[in-house]
C-alpha cells in the first residue's frame, strides 16, 4: 500500500477514491514509464528530457526532475509531449493511474477539481521562475540557486544530467564547482 505521508505536502483527500485506483510499478533505470498516467514518487528519482534530433549525436536536455513526494504527469497528448522522455534514474517506487481515470474524477468530484486547480498553479508558478532563470541567470547563478534552493537536484542528480538541467556542459559545470570550492 502507497505511504500517503509521502505526499502529506500536497492537498489531498486522504480517503478519496484515487489513493485505491493506483497500480504501483517498482522501477530502475532500464524501466519504461507508460505514458498518459498521473504519477506519485514514494521513492526515487525520474528525469524527464527530450532529445534534439537536429544535431549529429541527438543532445539531451533535462527539463525537470521529479523525486520523493512528487506528484507529475507523463502525458503524450500532443506532439510536443510525445518528445519527452521520463527515465528514472537508479531505483525506486512511483504509483500511478492513467490520466482517462483521473479526468472522469475531475469531473465526478468538486474536491478534486480544487485540488487539480492549486496544484497546476503551484507547477505554473514553478515553471515561470524556471524560465525566467533560463533567460535572465548565468549557468553559476543557475547552480548557486540549485544548492540554496533545491538540495535535492546537488544531491539527487547524476552531474551530466544537471548540467543539461542548467544549459552547459559537464565540463563547464566542473569549473563552476570548482570555482566554488
Known sequence: ???????????????????????????????????????????????????????????????????????????????????????PIGKGTLWYIDMTEVRKMFFESQLCGSIQKVFMEERLREKAIREMQLLKASPLDLYNYLLSQKPKYIQSVPLKYLASYIGITPQALSRIRKRIK
Open 1 to 87: 500500500m502507497i505511504d500517503k505521508n509521502t505526499f502529506s505536502h500536497f492537498p489531498i483527500d486522504y480517503n478519496g477514491a484515487i489513493w485505491e485506483k493506483l497500480t504501483k510499478l517498482d522501477f530502475s533505470k532500464r524501466t519504461k514509464l507508460p505514458k498518459d498516467i498521473l504519477c506519485f514518487i514514494e521513492k526515487g528519482t525520474i528525469r524527464k528530457y527530450f532529445l534534439d534530433s537536429e544535431t549529429e549525436f541527438g543532445r539531451e536536455y533535462s527539463v525537470d526532475f521529479y523525486f520523493s513526494g512528487d506528484i507529475f504527469t507523463a502525458k503524450s497528448d500532443n506532439d510536443i509531449e510525445k518528445q519527452f522522455i521520463y527515465e
